[in-house]
């Protein structure tokens, strides 16, 4: 592993920790529907960071639940990142036009 992983890891890990604990300090100061699932979108991206670096290092099985020749998890963390923005986003555009 050379200089350019390590940094690229660490840089991944710290602004996604930063990202993280920001989302959860909103979470405790806000009750709305929309914000508290881009909390939960940014939290879940950055298990989805996690967890691609433990898969790096071989930490994780990836053999444990495959689909076709893809470990679950690679597939559903990133859709489940997504999928929380889209319906915080979703929540937002109804608003927005339930409001006119």
């Given at each position: 592993?050379?200089?350019?992983?390590?940094?690229?890891?660490?840089?991944?890990?710290?602004?996604?920790?930063?990202?993280?604990?920001?989302?959860?300090m909103l979470w405790s100061k806000t009750r709305d529907v929309a914000w508290m699932?881009?909390?939960?979108?940014?939290?879940?991206?950055?298990?989805?960071?996690?967890?691609?670096?433990?898969?790096?290092?071989?930490?994780?099985?990836?053999?444990?639940?495959?689909?076709?020749?893809?470990?679950?998890?690679?597939?559903?963390?990133?859709?489940?990142?997504?999928?929380?923005?889209?319906?915080?986003?979703?929540?937002?555009?109804?608003?927005?036009?339930?409001?006119?």
């Amino acid at each position: 592993m050379d200089a350019g992983q390590i940094l690229f890891i660490i840089s991944r890990l710290v602004l996604g920790a930063f990202a993280s604990f920001f989302a959860i300090m909103l979470w405790s100061k806000t009750r709305d529907v929309a914000w508290m699932l881009m909390v939960i979108g940014t939290i879940a991206a950055y298990i989805e960071t996690v967890y691609s670096i433990m898969n790096l290092f071989g930490i994780t099985e990836n053999d444990a639940l495959l689909i076709g020749s893809v470990p679950a998890a690679a597939i559903l963390l990133p859709c489940l990142r997504t999928f929380f923005f889209i319906a915080a986003f979703l929540i937002m555009v109804v608003r927005r036009y339930r409001h006119r």
